[in-house]
């Protein structure tokens, strides 16, 4: 079975602090995707990022980082120099590669609320 | 161009009324998926067709019925609906996953249909 744990239900930060969202999976599959979307008040999940389980490198996008760990199943983000506009809910998701195509495994989301 | 266009953006309705809920994309993909959200948690997937053809049937109420008339369309129809059915139900295509393109497998969503039923 895949799981994926945000353990974060909620997070609150000023404008312009770094915050960082943590993810968890569990997976037995060897090939497996892992992504990032984001919802906004409006209801439209955003897709951020999606990484493959051979490629561990860290990912930069402007001030979106992400921080891929095999080792310790995380793949964590980092928002730098916050905006209100950050103000979402985070979520991660998993897709496996063993008869799983098609299925996300979302984590439970991460509320980021970044106050003026 | 990533667009999924869904309508209405809000829906009220009573148990015994029939509606329908659109979902259109121009993007070439040959996935479309409805999942269901409710408030506080992630989204549930719910259907799934892949070439126009309904692949995945997560064991979902029969009151609710999946129709792909074509490659770029996708309905919900809702019939007898529950109040537990209030949700938000989110439409999402992507390329068909298989085993060369499983990395080009990204859903994207469309803004949703806020469905309250009374």
């Known amino acids: 079975a895949q799981k994926v744990t945000q353990a974060q239900t909620e997070i609150s930060v000023v404008e312009k602090e770094d915050v960082t969202l943590d993810c968890v999976y569990e997976?037995?599959?060897?090939?497996?995707?892992l992504f990032w979307y984001k919802q906004p008040p409006s209801g439209e999940l955003v897709f951020l990022i999606r990484?493959?389980?051979?490629?561990?490198q860290n990912e930069i996008s402007g001030r979106y980082s992400w921080n891929f760990q095999k080792s310790t199943s995380s793949f964590n983000f980092t928002i730098t120099a916050s905006q209100v506009v950050d103000s979402a809910v985070y979520f991660c998701?998993?897709?496996?590669?063993?008869?799983?195509?098609?299925?996300?495994?979302f984590g439970k989301g991460t509320l980021l609320t970044v106050n003026p | 161009d990533t667009e999924v266009t869904q309508t209405p953006k809000h829906l009220v309705m009573g148990m015994t009324n029939k509606k329908s809920l659109k979902c259109e994309q121009h993007?070439?993909?040959?996935?479309m998926y409805w999942y269901k959200q409710k408030a506080k948690k992630p989204p549930e997937l719910m259907f799934v067709?892949?070439?126009?053809?309904?692949?995945i049937n997560e064991s979902v109420p029969s009151r609710f019925s999946p129709e792909c008339p074509n490659s770029s369309l996708l309905n919900l129809h809702l019939h007898a609906l529950q109040p537990e059915d209030s949700a938000l139900y989110l439409c999402?295509?992507?390329?068909?996953?298989?085993?060369?393109?499983?990395?080009?497998?990204?859903?994207?969503f469309g803004a949703g249909t806020r469905l309250s039923v009374l």
């Open positions: 998701a998993l897709e496996g590669s063993g008869g799983s195509n098609y299925k996300l495994t």
């Open positions: 067709y892949s070439y126009e053809k309904l692949s």
């Open positions: 997976t037995r599959d060897t090939t497996y995707y």
């Open positions: 999402a295509s992507s390329q068909v996953p298989t085993g060369d393109n499983l990395a080009k497998n990204i859903q994207y």
């Open positions: 990484r493959n389980s051979f490629d561990e």
């Open positions: 993007m070439g993909h040959r996935a």
